[in-house]
């Protein structure tokens, strides 16, 4: 099993970050086998590899403490760059994306994400982060977006608005990709 747990660290998840990276490093303790690898990825205006291909929980620890928050969201960018480090690996591939679901910068569009998680056979489960879930003026395409995406790839995508939220999110993914992989 290879993970890319790719994180949004933009301003608009800011208040939730360190909820996210708290419960991001139990999924990878609740998930992670000696066989398996995982990498952290973290998006803002730009994507940053955290962390390379993994086993070690220690080292995924120490790269989620280097997470730091930055201005826009390159949301596609870090799909189809995870996309492209995921289509190296062999064995299931699963990129899994924290976000709002905002893209405000990427150079990459949907089209182009989405193909590159397909060509790489990788299963995208998104936990999508509602800020405030009545907000008239919240823009919902990205939203949409990653569930026709996880629709697509085989995944499943998540909402979650809570730290309980987020954790239950994260329990029924490592349940799903454990049964799965067994």
Same mark, same amino acid.
């Given at each position: 099993l290879t993970i890319v747990l790719a994180i949004d660290t933009s301003l608009s998840t800011r208040k939730d970050l360190k909820l996210e990276l708290d419960s991001a490093a139990r999924f990878v303790r609740s998930i992670l086998r000696k066989q398996d690898s995982i990498s952290i990825y973290q998006f803002s205006e730009e994507v940053h590899e955290l962390v390379p291909f993994t086993s070690d929980a220690q080292r995924v620890d120490a790269?989620? $403490?280097?997470?730091?928050s930055g201005?826009? %969201?390159?949301?596609?960018?870090?799909? /189809?760059?995870a996309s492209l480090a995921l289509s $190296?690996?062999?064995g299931r591939k699963v990129l899994v994306v924290i976000t709002d679901g905002g *893209?405000?910068? #990427? $150079? %990459? *569009? /949907? *089209?182009?994400?989405?193909?590159a998680a397909q060509i790489a056979d990788a299963i995208v489960y998104s936990i999508i982060d509602v800020p405030?879930?009545? #907000?008239?003026?919240r823009n919902t395409?990205?939203?949409h977006a990653l569930i026709q995406m #996880?629709? *697509?790839t085989g995944g499943k995508f998540y909402y979650e608005n809570s730290p309980e939220q987020l954790d239950k999110a994260f329990r029924e993914? #490592?349940?799903e990709l454990r049964t799965q992989y067994l």
């Open positions: 790269g989620l $403490k280097r997470a730091h201005a826009a %969201t390159a949301m596609y960018d870090a799909i /189809y760059l $190296k690996r062999h *893209d405000t910068v #990427s $150079k %990459t *569009d /949907y *089209d182009e994400a989405v193909r405030i879930e009545a #907000s008239a003026g395409a990205g939203e #996880s629709e *697509d993914v #490592s349940d």
